[in-house]
């Protein structure tokens, strides 16, 4: 127990910096949060969501799995989209990648680590469908762009699902981003902007590139 006594203490001395700082906060945000955005990011500890955007606690609706995926048969994922989407009304959705994945590098590489195999097969997939491009880059620019990629796929998978047409068709305001992060560095770089209709979103999925932006890793070295 000692070992998770340093966590308590960090927490009493955040809360207690966050009330100075802001009085009543807490009591504020424990009677509504109405973030403006849902963050679908990965599950590593060195991208934590609200710290790299500067965003305070109740101002960013979480969603974190290993390498970022958007599965259509994952009902946690979607529960989460669909609450924030429906209920919490948010206006803009970001999925999130970060360069120097483990998730993206284990399926790149075909490397096995037991059950997660199976979730990164979705990553696999990414690049399969991608590989004529990925294969002739050097080796880190290989994970690199495989993590692009995966967020550009996402963000088609996230624009797919029934919740987000739903949204369009009713005329809710609702645009779909993709990011990705460089935990070198600890900048953001946007990848795909603005996708808020039906139309962009078959646009973006038949593989128009007017709302992609060209990442990092095809830039010359």
């Known amino acids: 127990m000692s070992s998770l006594t340093s966590l308590f203490e960090n927490n009493r001395r955040w809360a207690a910096k966050m009330e100075e700082g802001t009085p009543g906060f807490f ?14 990011g990965c599950s590593d500890s060195r991208v934590p969501a609200n710290e790299i955007v500067g965003l305070a606690p109740g101002e960013l609706f979480v969603h974190r799995n290993v ?3 958007v599965v259509h048969s994952d009902l946690n994922c979607l529960s989460v989209m669909q609450y924030a989407v429906d209920v919490l009304k948010v206006k803009h959705i970001i ?7 483990g998730g993206v590098n ?19 997939d990414v690049y399969l469908q991608h590989r004529d491009e990925v294969d002739p880059l050097s080796e880190s620019k290989q994970r690199a762009r495989l993590s692009e990629l995966n967020v550009m796929d996402q963000v088609i998978n996230v624009s797919r699902t029934t919740i ?3 949204a369009w068709k009713s005329g809710q ?17 946007h ?3 603005d996708v808020d209709n039906t139309e962009d ?17 095809l830039l010359p070295d």
């Open 201 to 217: 979103a078959r646009a973006l999925h038949s593989g128009d590139l007017r709302k992609v932006n060209r990442g990092v890793a």
């Open 95 to 101: 999925v999130c990648g970060h360069y120097n994945c």
């Open 173 to 189: 305001e609702l645009s779909l981003h993709g990011f990705i992060y460089d935990v070198k560095d600890g900048l953001l770089h």
């Open 106 to 124: 284990a399926a790149l590489q075909n490397l096995s680590f037991g059950l997660i195999d199976n979730w990164l097969r979705h990553v696999q």
């Open 191 to 193: 990848l795909v902007e």
């Open 27 to 40: 009591q504020s945000l424990s009677n509504q949060q109405a973030p403006g955005y849902l963050w679908i």
């Open 164 to 166: 987000v047409q739903e």
């Open 67 to 69: 390498a970022n995926v």
